[in-house]
C-alpha cells in the first residue's frame, strides 16, 4: 500500500512537471513596418539597397539640411590618417574635380573660431551626409520643401 | 672536297669514342638544365601564390585583413586580384628583378621589423611609399594587366569616373596610383602627399 502511495504520488508530480513546460513563452512577436521580429530568433536582415552609383547634387529638403550624397562611397575611409571625401571636396581640389566645395561653417569650432581647415567635430563627414538609395518610404511622407529650395 | 663527303667526315668524327663521351656530357647537361629550370619556375611561381604571401603572419595579419574588406578581394563576379597581381610583375625579367628586391623583405621578416601590429603601422608610410613610386614609375603596370585602357567603356562609368579618367589618365598626365591609393589596404598618415 505504501509503495502505491509512492508511486502515484511521483507519477502524478512528473505529470505536473511535465504539463508545467509546455506553458508558452511569450517571444514579444510583433508585427512592425520591418515584418515580424520575436525575442527569440534574429529576424534575417533585409538585403542591401543599392545606392546611387553617380548623379548630380540632389536639392535640400528644408535650410540647413546636410546636402545628402549622391553617389557612391563604398571603401572610401575617413580616419586620423586620411579623408577621401577631402580628396574631392577639399578646398584645394574642388575646382579640379567639378564636387561642391565644403561649406567654410566647416572650418569654425564649437565657440566659433574659423581655423585654417576643417575643424575636428567637423572632419566625419558621414556622420551628417549619407548616401541614397531609390527605396519605397516605409511611412507615408508628405513633407514638401520651402519654395526657396526647390532648385538647388 | 664535295658536300658528300664532308658530311661523311663529320659523321666520322661524331662516331668516334670521344665524341661520344661529349654527347652524353651534353645530354645530362641538357636533362639537367630542364630539370634544374623547371624546378627553378616551379619555385618561383610558388613564391608567387597568395597562400605563400600570408604564410607570414607579418602579412596575414595587417595587409591581408585589411584586403579581405575590399573589391579586389570579394565582388559580385569573383574574378579576384590575389597579392602578386598587384604587388610582382607578369613579365619574366621584371619578376625576377622584382623578387630580388624582394630579398631584402625576407630579411625584414628574419630581424621582426613589423612584427607586431605598432611596428607595422610606424613603418607603413615608408612601405607605402615605396610601392606607390614602384607603380608610378612603372605607369601602374599591374593595375592596367587587368585595367586596360584602352578598353574602358565610359558609357559604362559614373559621371565623377568618366571626367577624370577621360581627362587626367587619358593625356597620360596622370596614372592610376596618384588617384587610387589605399584601395586594396588601409592608408598611412597622408600628410603631406599629393592629392590628399
Given at each position: 500500500m505504501k509503495l502505491l502511495i509512492i508511486i502515484v504520488t511521483i507519477l502524478g508530480l512528473s505529470f505536473a512537471v511535465l504539463s508545467q513546460e509546455k506553458v508558452t513563452v511569450n517571444t514579444g512577436s510583433l508585427d512592425t513596418i520591418r515584418g515580424a521580429a520575436s525575442l527569440d530568433e534574429t529576424r534575417k536582415?533585409?538585403?542591401?539597397?543599392?545606392?546611387?552609383?553617380?548623379?548630380n547634387p540632389i536639392a535640400r529638403n528644408y535650410v540647413h539640411q546636410p546636402p545628402v550624397i549622391p553617389h557612391q562611397t563604398r571603401g572610401y575611409r575617413i580616419d586620423l590618417?586620411?579623408?577621401?571625401?577631402?580628396?574631392?571636396?577639399?578646398?584645394?581640389?574642388?575646382?579640379?574635380?567639378?564636387?561642391?566645395?565644403?561649406?567654410?561653417?566647416?572650418?569654425?569650432?564649437?565657440?566659433?573660431?574659423v581655423l585654417s581647415d576643417v575643424s575636428p567635430r567637423r572632419y566625419f563627414c558621414s556622420q551628417c551626409h549619407v548616401t541614397q538609395a531609390d527605396v519605397r518610404p516605409l511611412v507615408e511622407n508628405t513633407f514638401k520643401p520651402v519654395e526657396s529650395l526647390t532648385n538647388n | 672536297m664535295s658536300q658528300q663527303s664532308k658530311f661523311k667526315q663529320i659523321w666520322?668524327?661524331?662516331?668516334?669514342?670521344?665524341?661520344?663521351?661529349?654527347?652524353?656530357?651534353?645530354?645530362?647537361?641538357?636533362?639537367?638544365?630542364?630539370?634544374?629550370?623547371?624546378?627553378?619556375?616551379?619555385?618561383?611561381?610558388?613564391?608567387?601564390?597568395?597562400?605563400?604571401?600570408?604564410?607570414?603572419?607579418?602579412?596575414?595579419?595587417?595587409?591581408?585583413?585589411?584586403?579581405?574588406?575590399?573589391?579586389?578581394?570579394?565582388?559580385?563576379?569573383?574574378?579576384?586580384?590575389?597579392?602578386?597581381?598587384?604587388?610582382?610583375?607578369?613579365?619574366?625579367?621584371?619578376?625576377?628583378?622584382?623578387?630580388?628586391?624582394?630579398?631584402k623583405?625576407?630579411?625584414?621578416?628574419?630581424?621582426?621589423?613589423?612584427?607586431?601590429?605598432?611596428?607595422?603601422?610606424?613603418?607603413?608610410?615608408?612601405?607605402?611609399?615605396?610601392?606607390?613610386?614602384?607603380?608610378?614609375?612603372?605607369?601602374?603596370?599591374?593595375?592596367?594587366?587587368?585595367?586596360?585602357?584602352?578598353?574602358?567603356?565610359?558609357?559604362e562609368q559614373g559621371n565623377r569616373s568618366v571626367k577624370m579618367h577621360s581627362d587626367a589618365l587619358a593625356s597620360g598626365e596622370k596614372t592610376c596610383i596618384d588617384c587610387h591609393k589605399g584601395i586594396a589596404h588601409q592608408l598611412p598618415d597622408m600628410k603631406g602627399v599629393e592629392n590628399w
Amino acid at each position: 500500500m505504501k509503495l502505491l502511495i509512492i508511486i502515484v504520488t511521483i507519477l502524478g508530480l512528473s505529470f505536473a512537471v511535465l504539463s508545467q513546460e509546455k506553458v508558452t513563452v511569450n517571444t514579444g512577436s510583433l508585427d512592425t513596418i520591418r515584418g515580424a521580429a520575436s525575442l527569440d530568433e534574429t529576424r534575417k536582415a533585409d538585403p542591401f539597397k543599392r545606392v546611387i552609383k553617380d548623379k548630380n547634387p540632389i536639392a535640400r529638403n528644408y535650410v540647413h539640411q546636410p546636402p545628402v550624397i549622391p553617389h557612391q562611397t563604398r571603401g572610401y575611409r575617413i580616419d586620423l590618417n586620411s579623408n577621401k571625401c577631402l580628396t574631392c571636396h577639399g578646398w584645394k581640389y574642388a575646382a579640379e574635380t567639378g564636387a561642391t566645395k565644403v561649406s567654410l561653417t566647416h572650418f569654425e569650432t564649437r565657440d566659433g573660431k574659423v581655423l585654417s581647415d576643417v575643424s575636428p567635430r567637423r572632419y566625419f563627414c558621414s556622420q551628417c551626409h549619407v548616401t541614397q538609395a531609390d527605396v519605397r518610404p516605409l511611412v507615408e511622407n508628405t513633407f514638401k520643401p520651402v519654395e526657396s529650395l526647390t532648385n538647388n | 672536297m664535295s658536300q658528300q663527303s664532308k658530311f661523311k667526315q663529320i659523321w666520322q668524327y661524331l662516331k668516334s669514342p670521344s665524341s661520344a663521351a661529349l654527347w652524353v656530357i651534353l645530354a645530362l647537361g641538357f636533362a639537367g638544365g630542364v630539370i634544374f629550370w623547371g624546378g627553378f619556375n616551379t619555385a618561383l611561381e610558388i613564391t608567387n601564390t597568395e597562400e605563400f604571401c600570408i604564410s607570414c603572419h607579418e602579412m596575414e595579419d595587417n595587409v591581408y585583413e585589411e584586403y579581405k574588406e575590399t573589391i579586389h578581394y570579394a565582388n559580385r563576379s569573383g574574378v579576384r586580384a590575389t597579392c602578386p597581381d598587384c604587388h610582382v610583375p607578369k613579365k619574366w625579367t621584371h619578376k625576377i628583378v622584382r623578387k630580388i628586391a624582394a630579398s631584402k623583405e625576407v630579411w625584414g621578416m628574419l630581424t621582426g621589423m613589423i612584427d607586431t601590429r605598432e611596428k607595422f603601422t610606424e613603418h607603413r608610410r615608408a612601405l607605402a611609399e615605396r610601392e606607390w613610386k614602384r607603380m608610378k614609375d612603372n605607369d601602374s603596370l599591374e593595375c592596367r594587366n587587368c585595367h586596360n585602357f584602352e578598353y574602358m567603356d565610359f558609357s559604362e562609368q559614373g559621371n565623377r569616373s568618366v571626367k577624370m579618367h577621360s581627362d587626367a589618365l587619358a593625356s597620360g598626365e596622370k596614372t592610376c596610383i596618384d588617384c587610387h591609393k589605399g584601395i586594396a589596404h588601409q592608408l598611412p598618415d597622408m600628410k603631406g602627399v599629393e592629392n590628399w
